[in-house]
């Protein structure tokens, strides 16, 4: 289930006052978490140090793609609460997008956490390993493993829905723009295959950076603190694959307030996972903090310098 179904089903029996406040919450939120994430892409984009590191280019890959994924399901709620409907090609678009950039999270998630294992427990062979053209390609696999997952839907609709349905309007989440029965169990089959692949990475490389942090070095352990963050995130982010069942079961538990339940369960599930990315990298991170704690001191600098000084 994409963000959209949670983001859109959201609009339903709200008043409009409730409905500005949550508007307004979802939107300075954004604004504050790509404002975040906007600083640590400058960060990175003005030193050189971190084009050559697979751990960066991994991370700004995954900063890069929140922000897309954030910036697409902000408009989609919004869309839920003023257009309400939208021509279905329009909405086709939007959400095969963050859809791919939806999955597209817990994928690299897993790709770090691999990354973190190398250079822990194969260090003589991570340089030989983890390339920047191995990186680069698996970045670009992480896209195509994604676009494989959700483009088998449009062609699927494309196949079973008449032309003119292209051309209407509907209420935009992924139910109503891909509505084949067939593509909700390749959801399901696939979303559980994700889930098997990327929790069993997890865990391996988990376990395995335990032991070797039990007789190791601090960079060990705090590879595992690592990791453990990254297991949180991908919790949240995961959620999504479930998304289906659990909105079932908040529909039957709390029929009057269920509103208000998704509401929550979109905050936490959609806006906070990518607040944690720079907090794991823009500042658990050493060489990171340092550089972005000067940018900001710039910023801060420059700001500064453009009040007006009293005259002596």
Known sequence: MSSANVTLAVRYQDSFSKAVIKNVVVVLLGIFINYINGGIIHTFSKHQIFYTNPRYILFIHLVVNDMIQLVLSIILFIISYTIY??????????????????????????????????????????????????????????????????????????????????????????????????????????????????WFTIFYCYFKILFTAKTASRDAKKARNTITLHGFQLVLCMTTYAAPQLLNVVQRLFPRNQTDFLFAYYIIVQMLPRSISPIIYGVRDNTFRNYLRCYLMCRITAVWETFPRPLN
Not at 86 to 95: A, D, G, K, P, T
Not at 103 to 127: D, F, G, K, Q, W
Not at 135 to 162: K, Q, Y
Not at 172 to 180: A, E, G, K, L, Q
């Open 85 to 198: 409907k939208i021509n279905v090609s329009i909405c086709c678009v939007l959400i095969l997008f963050t859809l791919v950039t939806t999955e597209n999270t817990p994928l690299n998630l897993a790709c770090m956490v691999v990354e973190c294992y190398i250079a822990i427990c194969i260090p003589l062979r991570h340089s030989q390993i983890c390339t920047i053209r191995r990186t680069l390609m698996l970045v670009g696999f992480i896209w195509a493993t994604s676009m494989l997952s959700v483009l088998p839907d449009v062609f699927i609709t494309l196949a079973t829905e008449p032309l003119d349905f292209f051309s209407s309007k509907v209420f935009c989440i992924r139910n109503t723009v891909f509505p084949n029965p067939v593509i909700i169990q390749k959801r399901d089959f696939t979303y559980l295959v994700f889930l098997i692949i990327v």
